[in-house]
């Protein structure tokens, strides 16, 4: 098995999961962490448990925030529920705290003026449910110009929770030069025809 610091991790990165507990990389982990370091699109097919947040929030971590100044979120990553959003926002500030990476969770059921001012402030991740994320694209509260990678976590529950207009009209606010990561427990057609229509030079992790 490779060690974390054979996949392309700097120090900062490595340390900090070693502190975490972390000894080897996963599979998933193993596959995707160079693919997304090299810039590729990944659709991931993997269950809860498998260590995929880690699989893509290390190497966005490594690629888009360490050494950049927190303003406008660079990493937007969508999740189906608040759970999730707070679980992959505590894994991203856990794994990025050593290199003063700045993570906002932004979810329904919290207020927006403690979410607005966290964004003004300035930020490298947002971490979101879609409807929350909408209301503040709309507010005008949520600029993505500046993503350079989009995650969706567990796509198919997403879709399956009748969220994929959402997270399409939340696409459209982004650049077509960003990266787009998929991960998903399960394949649909659904979630083929998403990956075909937005994301190019994709590698697929199973």
Do not use: W
């Not at 505590?90 to 003063?100: D, V």
């Not at 399956?160 to 982004?174: A, K, L, P, W, Y």
């Amino acid at each position: 098995m490779p060690a974390f610091s054979d996949l392309g991790l700097s120090a900062s990165i490595v340390d900090a999961i070693t502190q975490l507990g972390f000894e080897e990389p996963t599979p998933i982990q193993t596959e995707a962490i160079p693919a997304l370091l090299s810039g590729r699109d990944v659709l991931g097919m993997a269950a809860t448990g498998t260590g995929k947040t880690a699989a893509f929030a290390l190497p966005l971590l490594e690629r888009y925030v360490v050494g950049e100044e927190a303003d406008l979120p660079l990493v937007l990553v969508l999740t189906p529920t608040r759970e999730l959003c707070l679980q992959v926002s505590e894994s991203f500030h856990s794994f990025g705290k050593a290199s003063g990476a700045h993570i906002t969770p932004i979810y329904g059921g919290q207020e927006y003026g403690r979410q607005i001012r966290a964004l003004r402030r300035g930020t490298h991740v947002v971490v979101a449910t879609p409807g929350r994320a909408l209301d503040h694209i709309k507010k005008g509260t949520l600029d993505l110009s500046q993503v350079r990678a989009l995650v969706l976590d567990e796509a198919d529950e997403m879709l399956n929770m009748g969220f994929v207009e959402d997270v399409e009209e939340i696409m459209s606010h982004t650049s077509d030069e960003r990266r787009v990561l998929l991960f998903s427990a399960t394949m649909p057609e659904r979630i083929i025809r998403l990956s075909k229509t937005y994301m190019r030079d994709t590698e697929i992790v199973r």
